[in-house]
Nanobody, 122 residues
Framework: VQLQASGGGLVQAGGSLRLSCAAS????????IAWFRQTPGKEREFVAA??????IYADAVKGRFTISRDNSKNTVYLQMNSLNPEDTAVYYC??????????????????WGQGTLVTVSS
């Protein structure tokens, strides 16, 4: 599976962005698709995941971010609202088959996109 992440950019605090993760090579519908983010010197941090009709979010983004998928386009989205400077990071999409209780574990994902930078100014 090849993943192409896009949609990052510079936004002011309180603004919104929508990230996209387009997949090729294999349909996504049977996999867990997740978003992680990483800042310099820190480990990759779980943001959100979706599988079939279920989704889950990190506490830091719950209520502000929404993950969704369009199986017809083989694409997953991350709608990010009410952004704050602490959301500044490189965002990565990932695909794998972790157990639902382990979707926050980055080591369990096989395929990764190249990352897209989100910068939130105060």
């Amino acid at each position: 599976v090849q993943l192409q992440a896009s949609g990052g950019g510079l936004v002011q605090a309180g603004g919104s962005l929508r990230l996209s993760c387009a997949a090729s090579g294999r349909p996504l519908r049977n996999y867990v698709i997740a978003w992680f983010r990483q800042t310099p010197g820190k480990e990759r941090e779980f943001v959100a995941a979706v599988r079939w009709g279920n989704d889950i979010y990190a506490d830091a983004v719950k209520g502000r971010f929404t993950i969704s998928r369009d199986n017809s386009k083989n694409t997953v989205y991350l709608q990010m609202n009410s952004l704050n400077p602490e959301d500044t990071a490189v965002y990565y999409c990932a695909v794998g088959s972790p157990a639902w209780g382990s979707v926050h574990n980055a080591r369990l994902y096989v395929f990764w996109g190249q990352g897209t930078l989100v910068t939130v100014s105060s």
